[in-house]
């Protein structure tokens, strides 16, 4: 045979086992999204609850206004929940429709988190409460929520949202259903998005009690491996009416529960850790989510609630590329050129 035909085969074999070695090592990218985005804006908040029956709220009212006119650009809103104070009892719903005016009117989007409060009615009087609302009848009624609406995921760009119900069968713990926990893991699995968002409204993380930090205990304990064996990059929760901010695991919680309902004091501080972040001002979250990362800022209202400032600010950084590992064309012909290479230099021996 001729050598040249054999140093051209030779050179064709480690031109593709170049390669080869380049998709192994990870030095061959492309871009993993087919467009690029325009950076984008999302409000995450949480505990709008009114304060006694059948009433409107001024905080809420005051702070769902000022989001929705300092926010023009906005594509949604997350709530953690604790929409309404007895949600479930249509006049505390009305209240809470009545107070979101602003926003309905500029038809703006809320993703919600069921709440404790969205089980309970009004008080008796004797003091009690009624039978809790169990099955959330009245939440549904007025709310449109994708896939069975009290637990569901969404996309949007970069992000995958994953809203979770820990308030489905609370008794001092979390029991998940089989069903709520089978379709999480598989919505996670099934995953693709460069950025996942959780939300649901009883924190994993809590500083405001002896109580709240058990409760906290008992949430992680179910939930925390889900999020960091799926790749959870950060928790809205709500339940504490304050502004927590911690990052455990690679996994960062933001307890956002100013929006409306009586705020909370920490005293369980010794549960932070010390680049913690904890204060207790009504406020809520602003998301700028551009092609290369996410920034969470954090406005807080003054006493008035006419202004606001950032009081915390984190940034994560976002993908946009993705590894391609040993495209198959590439290690067909990778094989076929051995056997090619093989068939010449027996020839070659023959002869």
């Known amino acids: 045979m001729n050598r040249k035909i054999v140093t051209f085969y030779l050179f064709y074999l480690f031109l593709l086992s170049s390669l080869f070695t380049l998709t192994q090592n990870n030095s061959w990218v492309i871009n993993a999204a087919d467009e690029s985005f325009d950076p984008w804006y999302f409000i995450a908040l949480g505990d709008t609850r009114n304060w006694e029956p059948n009433s409107t709220n001024i905080y809420r009212r005051n702070i769902t206004e000022s989001v929705i006119q300092n926010n023009p650009n906005l594509e949604f809103i997350l709530h953690s929940g604790d929409m309404a104070n007895n949600g479930g009892e249509q006049d505390d719903w009305d209240k809470y429709y009545e107070d979101i005016d602003l926003a309905i009117q500029n038809n703006i989007q809320f993703y919600y988190a069921?709440?404790?409060?969205?089980?309970?009615?009004?008080?008796l009087p004797d003091g009690s409460y009624g039978p809790r609302e169990m099955d959330?009848?009245?939440?549904?009624?007025?709310?449109?929520?994708?896939?069975?609406?009290?637990?569901?995921?969404?996309?949007?760009?970069?992000?995958?949202?994953?809203?979770?119900?820990?308030d489905e069968y609370w008794e001092g713990s979390l029991e998940l259903t089989l069903e709520q926990e089978d379709w999480i893991v598989e919505d996670l699995k099934a995953n693709s998005k460069d950025f996942t968002v959780a939300m649901f409204h009883r924190p994993c993380y809590s500083v405001r009690s002896e109580g709240r930090v058990n409760d906290a205990i008992e949430i992680r304990k179910i939930l925390e491996p889900i999020l960091i064996e799926?790749?959870?990059?950060?928790?809205?929760?709500?339940?504490?009416?304050?502004y927590y901010r911690t990052t455990r695991e690679e996994v960062t919680h933001i307890v956002t529960g100013g929006a409306g309902a009586p705020l909370y004091?920490?005293?369980?501080?010794?549960?932070?850790?010390?680049?913690?972040?904890?204060?207790?001002?009504?406020?809520?979250?602003?998301?700028?989510?551009?092609?290369?990362?996410?920034?969470?800022?954090?406005?807080?209202?003054?006493?008035?609630?006419?202004?606001v400032t950032i009081e915390d600010t984190i940034e994560f950084s976002l993908s946009t590329i993705s590894v391609i590992t040993t495209p198959p064309f590439i290690f067909s012909a990778f094989i076929w050129t051995l056997w090619l290479l093989n068939s010449i230099m027996k020839k070659k021996k023959k002869n």
Request: proline residues 3%; negative net charge.
């Open 136 to 166: 959330f009848a009245t939440y549904l009624a007025n709310v449109e929520m994708p896939g069975n609406e009290r637990y569901y995921s969404f996309n949007f760009n970069q992000i995958h949202f994953i809203i979770i119900n820990t």
């Open 114 to 123: 069921v709440g404790n409060h969205e089980m309970y009615t009004y008080p």
């Open 230 to 242: 799926y790749g959870v990059d950060l928790v809205f929760s709500g339940h504490d009416h304050y």
């Open 265 to 307: 004091v920490p005293t369980e501080t010794d549960q932070a850790k010390e680049e913690d972040k904890y204060f207790a001002e009504y406020h809520y979250c602003n998301i700028t989510v551009a092609e290369n990362g996410i920034k969470v800022e954090t406005l807080v209202f003054d006493n008035n609630l006419e202004h």
